[in-house]
């Protein structure tokens, strides 16, 4: 594929259609760099797919900004259902150590309390909030809502809305539906 092995901005240059097809062959760094950053929301999908994320189907929007650890192809992903809303600039950690520390990965409580490393899953109709952080493990339930900033260190039930940090669960997306007005 022209530009594959060449400079991101051959690979900018390319249209839409050559990119779709030939995602696979090109440079790591380039998919992950539009993944992240291509405006184009199909283009974005096939890269961040590309690198590891794993779709139910085509029916879920991935924002621009969004980042996932490990950023590559490797055992844990992060898994998106049906429906699901991601925001601008949202990250998905699967993978969370001291990455070069020494002295510190041989403490008992980073190893075994901080050390993770565990797929990331996303169900049917949530939504992620702009700059919301999902830690490794973390399931994100049916139809929930991650606010905005929020830091997800723990599963968010279905329907449930969750904001802070950590993410603490401050309410249900059905509370309201006696309500005359739907607020």
Known sequence: MAGAEGSL????????DVLLEGMPGLPQAHRIFLASHYPDAHVRRAALRSIGVVFE????????????TPNKPSDVHV???RNVSIAPNVTCICDSCANNGVEINGYRYVSERLTRRADV???????IGAGAVLLPGVTVGRCAVVGAGCVLTRDADDYGIYAGVPGRKVGDVRQWEGDSDGR
């Open 121 to 127: 899953i996303i169900r049917d109709d949530a939504w």
């Open 9 to 16: 901005g051959a690979t900018l240059a390319l249209s839409r």
């Open 57 to 68: 189907d085509d029916t879920s929007f991935v924002n621009e900004g969004f980042h996932l």
């Open 79 to 81: 898994h998106i259902g």
